[in-house]
């Protein structure tokens, strides 16, 4: 089994890049998205959750509050880290699950949007960077996903820098351009970690 870490800023399109893996055989776990599956309705996650922050970091429909949480944990670092003492175990567990399941000859490809702030970059054989320039990412924060100017500044300020994330690199898949030359650059990154998984 061959485990890639890819990882990239807000914006620089790390989810295209994810989805492209996965259309070529590998096998994505994608953190983010296991951490919102564990707190849905009807959880041992959210049970939990609503248990230490209280019933009012729930919709009326019985749902997380993404919103009204983020607000209360972010702006307070104990609570924070109550919340991820909640989570993190759970995601983890899944991520085993999924793993556990995949082939012994599969490419693993772990979507970890902040691999090189937690210095995670030791965990995989592979890590991937999707990179792009600052100024382009916050274009297609403002034009994707209506995020105003300042908002997206800020997100990617809270982030890794650029330097940062290029330093733990093994494979830089860079996204200015076109979907297409983003499809032909991960065609090569496909072939040549088929070629490690090869290797063994």
Do not use: C
Request: hydrophobic content about 50%; overall charge negative; charged content about 30%.
């Amino acid at each position: 089994m061959l485990k890639i870490g890819l990882t990239g800023g807000i914006g620089s399109g790390k989810s295209e890049v994810s989805k492209r893996l996965a259309a070529r055989g590998a096998v994505v776990i994608d953190a983010d998205k296991i951490a919102r599956e564990v707190v849905e309705p009807g959880t041992v996650g959210l049970a939990r959750v609503v248990a230490a922050f209280g019933d009012e970091v729930l919709h009326p429909d019985g749902s997380l509050n993404r919103e009204k949480l983020g607000s209360i944990v972010f702006a307070d670092s104990e609570r924070l880290a109550a919340l991820n003492a909640i989570v993190h175990p759970l995601v983890g567990e899944r991520v085993a699950q999924l793993q556990g399941a995949a082939a012994d000859d599969a490419i693993v490809v772990y979507d970890v949007p902040l691999l090189a702030e937690n210095k995670l970059a030791p965990m995989y054989d592979v890590v991937i960077v999707v990179d792009a320039a600052n100024d382009v990412r916050i274009r297609r924060l403002a034009g994707h996903r209506g995020m105003a100017e300042a908002d997206a500044k800020a997100r990617i300020a809270a982030q890794a820098s650029r330097e940062d994330r290029l330093a733990v690199a093994d494979v830089v898949v860079p996204n200015e351009g076109s979907l297409e030359e983003l499809d032909a650059r991960v065609s090569e990154v496909w072939e040549e970690l088929r070629r490690r998984a090869a290797r063994g």
